[in-house]
Protein backbone atom coordinates (compact mmCIF):
# COMPACT_ATOMS: atom_id res chain seq x y z
CA UNK A 1 0.00 0.00 0.00
CA UNK A 2 1.07 4.02 -0.11
CA UNK A 3 0.86 6.59 2.36
CA UNK A 4 1.26 10.10 1.16
CA UNK A 5 3.97 12.05 3.14
CA UNK A 6 3.01 16.04 4.79
CA UNK A 7 4.94 16.81 1.27
CA UNK A 8 2.93 14.97 -0.83
CA UNK A 9 5.32 12.01 -1.55
CA UNK A 10 4.02 8.68 -1.99
CA UNK A 11 5.81 5.85 0.87
CA UNK A 12 5.40 2.50 -0.17
CA UNK A 13 4.37 0.82 3.23
CA UNK A 14 3.91 -3.37 3.78
CA UNK A 15 2.37 -5.10 6.81
CA UNK A 16 2.04 -8.03 8.47
CA UNK A 17 -0.16 -9.28 11.70
CA UNK A 18 -1.97 -7.89 14.49
CA UNK A 19 -1.58 -6.38 18.00
CA UNK A 20 0.49 -3.84 19.30
CA UNK A 21 1.80 -1.90 16.27
CA UNK A 22 6.22 -2.00 15.55
CA UNK A 23 6.98 0.57 12.89
CA UNK A 24 10.64 -0.76 11.90
CA UNK A 25 12.79 2.10 10.08
CA UNK A 26 15.50 0.65 7.74
CA UNK A 27 19.30 1.41 7.11
CA UNK A 28 20.92 3.41 4.51
CA UNK A 29 22.33 0.16 3.23
CA UNK A 30 18.73 -1.91 3.11
CA UNK A 31 15.12 -1.26 2.55
CA UNK A 32 11.62 -2.27 3.48
CA UNK A 33 12.78 -6.06 2.64
CA UNK A 34 15.60 -6.13 5.14
CA UNK A 35 13.34 -6.24 8.34
CA UNK A 36 12.08 -9.41 6.84
CA UNK A 37 13.54 -11.69 10.46
CA UNK A 38 11.56 -9.48 12.03
CA UNK A 39 8.67 -9.64 10.75
CA UNK A 40 8.18 -13.34 9.99
CA UNK A 41 8.82 -13.70 13.46
CA UNK A 42 6.93 -10.80 15.38
CA UNK A 43 3.79 -10.66 12.91
CA UNK A 44 2.96 -13.67 15.47
CA UNK A 45 1.43 -11.36 17.97
CA UNK A 46 2.39 -7.41 16.86
CA UNK A 47 1.11 -5.29 13.99
CA UNK A 48 4.34 -4.85 12.35
CA UNK A 49 4.56 -2.27 9.39
CA UNK A 50 8.08 -1.57 7.31
CA UNK A 51 8.29 1.17 4.35
CA UNK A 52 10.80 2.27 1.77
CA UNK A 53 11.98 5.59 3.06
CA UNK A 54 11.93 8.55 0.33
CA UNK A 55 14.23 8.00 -2.39
CA UNK A 56 13.84 3.71 -2.21
CA UNK A 57 11.75 2.19 -4.80
CA UNK A 58 8.92 1.77 -5.38
CA UNK A 59 8.53 5.28 -2.92
CA UNK A 60 9.05 8.00 -4.50
CA UNK A 61 12.40 9.26 -5.79
CA UNK A 62 12.82 13.27 -5.69
CA UNK A 63 15.61 14.49 -7.26
CA UNK A 64 15.90 17.89 -5.54
CA UNK A 65 18.34 17.37 -2.59
CA UNK A 66 16.35 19.45 -0.46
CA UNK A 67 13.44 17.22 0.07
CA UNK A 68 16.10 14.93 1.82
CA UNK A 69 16.69 15.63 5.84
CA UNK A 70 16.99 14.19 9.22
CA UNK A 71 13.42 16.27 9.97
CA UNK A 72 11.68 14.83 6.83
CA UNK A 73 13.00 11.30 7.89
CA UNK A 74 11.89 11.63 11.38
CA UNK A 75 8.44 12.76 9.64
CA UNK A 76 7.50 10.07 7.20
CA UNK A 77 7.81 8.33 9.53
CA UNK A 78 4.89 9.95 11.83
CA UNK A 79 3.25 10.09 9.06
CA UNK A 80 3.25 6.16 7.99
CA UNK A 81 1.53 5.60 11.71
CA UNK A 82 -1.08 8.37 10.62
CA UNK A 83 -1.16 6.83 6.75
CA UNK A 84 -2.49 3.01 8.77
CA UNK A 85 -4.83 4.79 11.73
CA UNK A 86 -2.28 4.01 14.53
CA UNK A 87 -1.87 6.48 17.60
CA UNK A 88 1.23 4.68 19.40
CA UNK A 89 3.82 2.12 18.22
CA UNK A 90 7.10 0.71 18.96
CA UNK A 91 9.54 2.34 16.79
CA UNK A 92 12.33 0.01 15.87
CA UNK A 93 15.05 1.38 13.83
CA UNK A 94 18.81 0.57 12.47
CA UNK A 95 21.88 2.53 11.88
CA UNK A 96 19.97 5.76 9.52
CA UNK A 97 16.64 4.40 10.87
CA UNK A 98 18.57 4.41 14.47
CA UNK A 99 19.14 7.98 13.89
CA UNK A 100 15.54 8.23 12.74
CA UNK A 101 14.32 6.44 15.57
CA UNK A 102 15.73 8.95 17.99
CA UNK A 103 14.30 11.63 16.17
CA UNK A 104 10.95 10.46 16.42
CA UNK A 105 11.10 10.37 19.98
CA UNK A 106 12.71 13.65 20.42
CA UNK A 107 10.14 15.62 18.34
CA UNK A 108 6.94 13.76 18.64
CA UNK A 109 7.53 11.21 22.14
CA UNK A 110 3.58 10.81 22.62
CA UNK A 111 3.69 8.62 19.29
CA UNK A 112 6.34 6.21 20.20
CA UNK A 113 5.51 3.21 23.21
CA UNK A 114 9.41 2.64 23.04
CA UNK A 115 12.72 3.21 21.00
CA UNK A 116 14.71 0.41 19.98
CA UNK A 117 18.27 2.37 18.26
CA UNK A 118 20.36 -0.13 16.43
CA UNK A 119 23.80 0.33 14.76
CA UNK A 120 23.45 4.23 15.45
CA UNK A 121 26.49 6.41 15.74
CA UNK A 122 28.24 7.16 12.37
CA UNK A 123 29.14 10.75 12.28
CA UNK A 124 28.48 11.46 15.73
CA UNK A 125 32.42 11.49 17.42
CA UNK A 126 33.39 14.55 17.06
CA UNK A 127 36.82 13.54 16.40
CA UNK A 128 35.80 12.11 13.34
CA UNK A 129 32.72 14.52 12.39
CA UNK A 130 34.89 16.06 9.28
CA UNK A 131 36.05 12.83 8.06
CA UNK A 132 32.17 11.13 8.16
CA UNK A 133 30.87 14.02 6.20
CA UNK A 134 33.77 14.26 3.76
CA UNK A 135 32.91 10.32 3.41
CA UNK A 136 29.80 10.39 2.72
CA UNK A 137 29.71 13.08 -0.27
CA UNK A 138 32.54 10.72 -1.63
CA UNK A 139 29.80 7.83 -1.04
CA UNK A 140 27.24 10.22 -2.85
CA UNK A 141 29.28 10.82 -5.77
CA UNK A 142 30.03 6.96 -6.19
CA UNK A 143 26.44 6.49 -6.33
CA UNK A 144 25.46 8.90 -8.70
CA UNK A 145 28.85 8.31 -10.85
CA UNK A 146 28.74 4.57 -10.67
CA UNK A 147 25.61 3.25 -9.84
CA UNK A 148 24.19 1.65 -7.38
CA UNK A 149 24.75 -2.13 -9.52
CA UNK A 150 28.51 -1.38 -9.85
CA UNK A 151 29.36 0.76 -6.23
CA UNK A 152 27.22 -2.26 -3.99
CA UNK A 153 30.20 -4.29 -4.56
CA UNK A 154 32.31 -1.54 -2.67
CA UNK A 155 29.59 -0.27 -0.16
CA UNK A 156 28.45 -3.92 1.00
CA UNK A 157 32.19 -5.20 1.78
CA UNK A 158 32.53 -2.16 4.55
CA UNK A 159 34.47 -2.83 7.90
CA UNK A 160 31.59 -3.48 9.47
CA UNK A 161 29.91 -5.54 7.16
CA UNK A 162 32.58 -8.12 6.41
CA UNK A 163 31.51 -9.54 9.86
CA UNK A 164 28.07 -10.81 8.47
CA UNK A 165 29.75 -11.84 5.25
CA UNK A 166 32.10 -14.20 7.07
CA UNK A 167 28.87 -15.40 9.26
CA UNK A 168 26.44 -15.57 6.81
CA UNK A 169 27.08 -15.89 2.92
CA UNK A 170 24.09 -16.26 1.89
CA UNK A 171 21.87 -13.57 3.74
CA UNK A 172 25.37 -11.03 3.17
CA UNK A 173 24.71 -12.11 -0.44
CA UNK A 174 21.28 -11.33 -0.26
CA UNK A 175 21.97 -7.70 1.36
CA UNK A 176 24.05 -6.84 -1.41
CA UNK A 177 21.54 -7.94 -4.02
CA UNK A 178 19.34 -5.48 -2.45
CA UNK A 179 21.98 -3.14 -2.04
CA UNK A 180 22.54 -3.20 -5.90
CA UNK A 181 18.66 -2.12 -7.11
CA UNK A 182 18.76 1.43 -5.15
CA UNK A 183 18.08 4.50 -6.76
CA UNK A 184 21.24 5.79 -7.57
CA UNK A 185 19.69 9.28 -7.30
CA UNK A 186 17.75 8.24 -4.14
CA UNK A 187 20.72 6.80 -2.44
CA UNK A 188 23.12 9.93 -3.39
CA UNK A 189 20.44 12.25 -1.95
CA UNK A 190 20.22 10.28 1.19
CA UNK A 191 23.37 10.53 1.69
CA UNK A 192 23.55 14.07 1.14
CA UNK A 193 20.55 15.67 2.40
CA UNK A 194 20.09 13.11 5.54
CA UNK A 195 23.43 11.52 6.48
CA UNK A 196 25.66 14.22 5.62
CA UNK A 197 23.85 16.32 7.28
CA UNK A 198 22.10 15.14 10.66
CA UNK A 199 23.38 16.29 14.13
CA UNK A 200 25.71 14.56 16.29
CA UNK A 201 24.07 12.67 19.05
CA UNK A 202 26.60 14.75 21.27
CA UNK A 203 24.70 17.93 20.41
CA UNK A 204 21.52 16.89 21.01
CA UNK A 205 22.53 15.85 24.72
CA UNK A 206 20.27 18.50 26.59
CA UNK A 207 17.30 17.20 24.47
CA UNK A 208 18.36 13.48 25.00
CA UNK A 209 18.35 14.00 28.84
CA UNK A 210 14.87 15.09 28.92
CA UNK A 211 13.14 12.57 26.45
CA UNK A 212 11.75 9.58 29.17
CA UNK A 213 10.34 7.27 26.77
CA UNK A 214 11.73 3.46 27.13
CA UNK A 215 14.65 3.09 24.80
CA UNK A 216 17.31 0.15 24.16
CA UNK A 217 20.26 0.80 22.38
CA UNK A 218 21.75 -2.05 20.39
CA UNK A 219 25.13 -2.20 18.84
CA UNK A 220 27.98 -4.60 17.41
CA UNK A 221 31.09 -4.78 19.11
CA UNK A 222 32.89 -4.65 15.88
CA UNK A 223 31.21 -1.34 14.61
CA UNK A 224 33.39 0.63 16.03
CA UNK A 225 31.89 4.14 15.39
CA UNK A 226 28.89 2.97 17.08
CA UNK A 227 30.06 1.98 20.03
CA UNK A 228 30.86 5.36 21.85
CA UNK A 229 28.05 7.00 20.67
CA UNK A 230 26.00 3.90 22.23
CA UNK A 231 27.42 4.49 25.48
CA UNK A 232 26.47 8.16 25.45
CA UNK A 233 23.00 7.21 24.29
CA UNK A 234 22.58 5.17 27.27
CA UNK A 235 24.19 7.42 29.89
CA UNK A 236 22.10 10.04 28.65
CA UNK A 237 18.97 9.04 27.77
CA UNK A 238 16.85 8.02 31.23
CA UNK A 239 15.16 4.90 31.14
CA UNK A 240 17.54 3.75 28.19
CA UNK A 241 19.09 0.06 28.35
CA UNK A 242 22.34 -0.55 25.94
CA UNK A 243 22.98 -4.37 24.59
CA UNK A 244 26.26 -5.24 23.14
CA UNK A 245 26.97 -7.69 20.15
CA UNK A 246 29.65 -10.24 20.34
CA UNK A 247 32.28 -10.40 17.16
CA UNK A 248 29.12 -8.53 15.26
CA UNK A 249 28.89 -5.37 13.04
CA UNK A 250 26.82 -3.38 11.60
CA UNK A 251 24.08 -5.08 9.83
CA UNK A 252 22.84 -6.35 13.51
CA UNK A 253 19.26 -7.60 12.45
CA UNK A 254 20.47 -9.87 9.83
CA UNK A 255 23.66 -11.13 11.24
CA UNK A 256 22.00 -11.71 14.66
CA UNK A 257 18.25 -12.46 14.04
CA UNK A 258 17.95 -15.04 16.56
CA UNK A 259 20.16 -12.90 19.45
CA UNK A 260 17.92 -9.53 17.94
CA UNK A 261 14.85 -10.62 17.83
CA UNK A 262 14.74 -12.49 21.18
CA UNK A 263 16.46 -9.26 22.93
CA UNK A 264 13.70 -7.00 21.32
CA UNK A 265 10.81 -9.36 22.26
CA UNK A 266 12.40 -8.96 26.15
CA UNK A 267 12.42 -5.46 25.56
CA UNK A 268 8.82 -4.81 24.24
CA UNK A 269 7.70 -7.37 26.75
CA UNK A 270 9.35 -5.27 29.68
CA UNK A 271 7.70 -1.81 28.66
CA UNK A 272 4.61 -3.35 28.29
CA UNK A 273 4.66 -4.36 31.31
CA UNK A 274 5.84 -1.28 32.50
CA UNK A 275 8.86 -3.01 33.87
CA UNK A 276 11.45 -0.77 32.13
CA UNK A 277 11.93 2.28 34.52
CA UNK A 278 14.04 4.98 34.36
CA UNK A 279 17.97 4.51 36.12
CA UNK A 280 17.51 4.06 40.11
CA UNK A 281 18.74 7.20 41.60
CA UNK A 282 20.77 5.10 43.92
CA UNK A 283 22.56 3.81 40.97
CA UNK A 284 25.28 6.72 41.56
CA UNK A 285 28.05 6.38 38.49
CA UNK A 286 30.35 8.42 40.40
CA UNK A 287 30.02 5.82 43.30
CA UNK A 288 32.65 2.68 43.08
CA UNK A 289 31.63 1.21 46.12
CA UNK A 290 29.62 2.43 49.16
CA UNK A 291 31.21 3.27 52.36
CA UNK A 292 28.59 4.25 54.54
Known amino acids: MEITTKDGLKLHVEEAGSGTPILFIHEFGGNHLSWEPQLNYFSRRHRCITYAARGYPPSDVPTDVAAYSQANAADDAVAVLDGLGIDKA ?77 KDPRGWQAFAERLATHSDVGAANTMRGVQARRPSFYDLEDELKRMEVPTLVVVGDEDDHCLQPGIFLKKTIPACGLSVFPKTGHTLNLEEPAAFNALLAEFIAQVEAGAWRKRDPRADAAQVMRTK
Open 90 to 166: HIVGLSMGGFCTVHFGLRTPERALSLTVAGAGYGCEKQFEDYFRGVSLEVADNFQRLGAREFAKIYALGASRVQFQN
